[in-house]
């Protein structure tokens, strides 16, 4: 078929404005398109016809060109005889010819804004009706424009420089300050996507029913959302303008994406996000629209059919691959768009840009916004070639790799933001944490009209959370059942043992019928601190909790890390167990109530450290100190002035030894003796051992339950604890020095205490005492002198003075607060201080143990 160039400008009598472009970004030459004479018939496509094609400039096909971001330009055909830029309407009766590209230079010519007043209509080309042509032509026709956009934007996606790809986008970036909540907005668009995103196997089945989902939420379309939402529809509906026209003329997807950004350019980079994918969802929706009602409404098929629906969906299959990518690429997008908003809500308060971690984030965030709208334009494209060009084109060509691209792209880049805003949740977590903690700190210094301030800050501080569950009736109560109580807090970890909650089951137990409750109510609430609740601890916190009858916290993880700091360092909680006592107005009355609980039970209520002191001043160093509450039988033979060795140790022989010595010395000297084995503060199996060799042998009496000598030396500990607490005065307390020597014999080996009823005679270690038994020949005529007592002590004494053991004390980490120094009860010279690690074995843990130790 012949062909004649256009040489000049069709003038159309009705045009007095030349066309205005939507997008201020384009670079490509608007053709006028021939329209064919009525009748006139199409021949075949020349392989050189570029008809309803884009106009080509001279770089290649694919390549990128790098526009200049200080101004806009659009291209226009020049004409040698005339200047006129401008694109002129063809007139009905001229001769139509196939159009054929122009050799003549290029010029630029500024780009005229349109007036935003302006009707839509007048951005598009009035065409007569009888020129309009049957789809499968029109797909034919554009196939080759929407084929170059694929294309150029592969090459785009090869760049490995983003500086240089986004500093457009960083050029038209001039914020005005409006701030605007687009959450909602987003959250409408989401939900468009969400209900347009089907797979092949839901499209098969769509034709035949009406998609309707009972849950649509319209609390998003509130009063204020609609005013939003019709202040931002001009600048959505330019955007789906752009994008729509943009993917049928084929313009490069980089000069889009700047189009758009320009258009969007005073917003914030969240608002630019969600006004462009709200744009993609007016395409988006209407195309699934279509295909999901066409089959029921009568006006909708219609325009199923024009847009050639009914056949993407009996296709759907073949296209899976298509589909699969653009959902996941829809995906991907939303995911950076909440991201992207996630960061602009993070409290300024808390974290400013000076924090290296949202520093970083702010500057790949234009990067994001980049590449999130360029792969909006990627999609727009995609279902433009499903309505414009039909299933066929889409089946032809392999292109779904582009759109995977773009998502492994965004997927990258989504993985870094993620990464940086776990790292500012933790930044302001903690900044939150040190001031919830000072808050805590504080509340402890003020006075209160009652206890219900402190305690929802340290438990929970929410009213509409049952934080405790009632022991008696395991149902799940408010705190406001503390108010005005005093109130003992239990704290522990998930290792506290069945014999620390048998004594204080029974000491509370007692406790609440003292005659005074009535003036003193109060209630203890178990607190459990732990790190991370795996399901096997979840199984043993459930284990700890069921027989408990009072209340507990309903689950550990209500306890903020606030709560647990401040309880850690102003109540020096390890893992020992520890029992803060607040009175009815929350102020600490003792900072630890424990050690009495394990030294007096019940009888040290109300547990105030006035009550601790009062309690200690009637004190003195007898034997019913170490065994009262503990063994009967020893308490009848105090009461019948018997003398009494209280010994302990894991050295077979030398116990073998010392009570067959003991019993020859007694019997020599006509004195009633009564021996009982009290075991050893560690090595349980070894114990054990020992026992059932006493036992065997017969040498002497001996506690066999296991929960009896841990309970003697919890109570011995307890006040070596609660001495230090307050603060008594080592050098001239005779009760803790006391208590400090057999707490060091007992890490040195073998000891025994002697008493006559409950008057303590003496309180050795056992590489004294044996020597001064085994030695009695020596000593025996000074008892007839001085008497068994005083004859024996001075022996005693003598030996001690030739050989000093040395002196040890080994605290746990676990115990709480340790003393920063200590003096020895041997020499009174301040002790050295060592780090020991220690292994018993049998024990089920390995302790972490802090020894002070000194050498004479």
Request: net charge negative; glycine share 4%.
């Amino acid at each position: 078929m012949d062909t004649k160039a256009v040489t000049g400008p069709v003038q159309n009598p009705n045009a007095t404005t030349p066309a205005q472009q939507p997008s201020q970004a384009s670079n490509v030459l608007l053709q006028a398109t021939p329209l064919l004479q009525p009748g006139q018939q199409l021949g075949p496509l020349q392989p050189t016809s570029n008809l309803g094609s884009v106009q080509q400039t001279s770089n290649p096909a694919g390549t990128y060109q790098q526009p200049n971001p200080q101004a806009n330009y659009a291209l226009q055909q020049q004409n040698p005889q005339t200047n006129s830029g401008a694109v002129q309407q063809p007139n009905p009766q001229t001769k139509q010819v196939p159009f054929q590209p122009s050799n003549q230079q290029t010029s630029l010519v500024p780009y005229q804004q349109p007036n935003p007043q302006t009707n839509l209509g007048a951005w598009q080309r009035s065409t007569p009706l009888d020129s309009l042509q049957p789809s499968t032509l029109l797909s034919k026709l554009a196939s080759n424009a929407t084929h170059q956009l694929i294309k150029g934007d592969r090459s785009m996606l090869t760049m490995s420089d983003d500086n240089a790809l986004i500093s457009h986008i960083l050029g038209s970036h001039i914020p005005d300050g409006r701030d605007i909540d687009v959450k909602p907005l987003l959250r409408l668009v989401e939900d468009i996507l969400r209900r347009a995103t089907l797979t092949p196997d839901t499209l098969l089945t769509t034709g035949s029913q009406t998609y309707l989902d009972p849950g649509f939420d319209d609390k998003t379309h509130h009063t204020s959302f609609l005013a939003t939402l019709e202040a931002l529809s001009y600048t959505i509906d330019r955007i789906a303008c752009e994008l729509a026209y943009k993917a049928l003329g084929g313009t490069d997807a980089h000069q889009t994406t700047v189009a758009i950004c320009n258009m969007v350019s005073h917003y914030g980079w969240d608002a630019k996000l969600v006004l462009a994918l709200a744009a993609f969802g007016l395409n988006y929706g209407e195309f699934w629209l279509l295909a999901q009602i066409y089959s029921t409404n009568q006006l909708a098929k219609a325009m199923a059919i024009l847009k050639q629906v009914p056949g993407i969906i009996e296709h759907a299959v073949p296209l899976k691959p298509r589909f699969d990518a653009l959902n996941d690429l829809i995906r991907t997008i939303l995911e950076v768009t909440w991201c992207v908003i996630e960061f602009k809500d993070l409290p300024s308060i808390y974290i400013t840009t000076d924090v290296p971690a949202l520093a970083s984030a702010m500057t790949h965030i234009p990067t994001a916004v980049y590449w999130s709208i360029r792969s909006i334009v990627a999609c727009a494209s995609q279902i433009s070639s499903f309505t414009n060009m039909g299933y066929e084109f889409a089946l032809s060509t392999s292109e779904a790799w582009e759109l995977s691209t773009l998502t492994h792209k965004l997927k990258t880049i989504l993985e870094h933001l993620k990464k940086k805003m776990e790292e500012c949740v933790r930044y302001i977590e903690e900044r939150r944490d040190i001031e919830s903690y000072q808050m805590l700190v504080e509340l402890f210094k003020m006075i209160h009209m009652d206890n219900m301030r402190v305690l929802k800050a340290l438990i929970c501080p929410r009213d509409d959370v049952l934080a405790l569950v009632d022991g008696t009736t395991k149902k799940r109560v408010n705190l406001d059942v503390l108010r005005r109580k005093n109130v003992l807090l239990l704290i522990s970890s998930l290792d506290i043992t069945q014999d620390e909650l048998s004594v204080l089951e029974q000491s509370y137990n007692e406790s609440r019928l003292h005659e005074m409750r009535l003036q003193s109510p109060y209630e203890v609430v178990w607190i459990p601190i732990v790190d991370q609740l795996i399901d096997a601890k979840q199984t043993h916190f459930e284990e700890l909790q069921a027989p408990m009858t009072w209340y507990s916290v309903y689950h550990p993880s209500i306890i903020s890390k606030a709560s647990v700091k401040f309880i850690r360092e102003e109540w020096h909680f390890r893992n020992k167990p520890i029992l803060v006592v607040l009175d009815h107005q929350g102020r600490v009355v003792s900072p630890n109530a424990i050690h009495m609980m394990w030294i007096w039970g019940s009888h040290a209520f109300p547990f105030t450290t006035l009550r601790e002191e009062a309690l200690w001043r009637e004190e003195a160093w007898r034997l019913e100190l170490l065994v009262d509450g503990i063994d009967a039988t020893i308490l009848s033979w105090i009461k019948d002035g018997k003398y009494i060795f209280v010994y302990g140790g894991d050295d077979m022989e030398w116990i073998r030894k010392f009570t067959r010595q003991a019993k020859a010395v007694a019997a020599a000297v006509r004195i009633p003796l009564e021996m009982v084995y009290v075991g050893k503060a560690t090595k349980k199996e070894q114990v054990k051992r020992v026992i059932a060799n006493i036992v065997q042998e017969k040498l002497s009496t001996c506690w066999q339950d296991p929960a009896t000598i841990w309970f003697f030396w919890t109570r011995l500990e307890s006040m070596l604890f609660s001495k230090i607490q307050l603060g008594k005065d080592e050098e001239h307390d005779l009760v803790m020095q006391q208590i400090k020597r057999v707490l060091s014999f007992d890490r040195e080996g073998t000891w025994a205490v002697l008493s006559r009823g409950s008057s303590v005679l003496v309180n050795e270690h056992g590489s004294i005492l044996w020597p001064a038994l085994f030695e009695y020949e020596q000593w025996k005529e000074k008892v007839a002198l001085q008497g068994f007592d005083t004859a024996f002590q001075n022996y005693v004494a003598s030996l001690r003075g030739n050989s000093h053991p040395c002196c040890r004390f080994e605290f746990s980490n676990y115990a709480g607060k340790i003393p920063e120094k200590m003096k020895c009860p041997e020499c009174h010279h301040y002790m050295e201080k060592y780090t020991t690690f220690l292994c018993c074995h049998d024990e089920g843990i390995v302790p972490s143990l802090l020894a002070l130790t000194t050498n004479k």
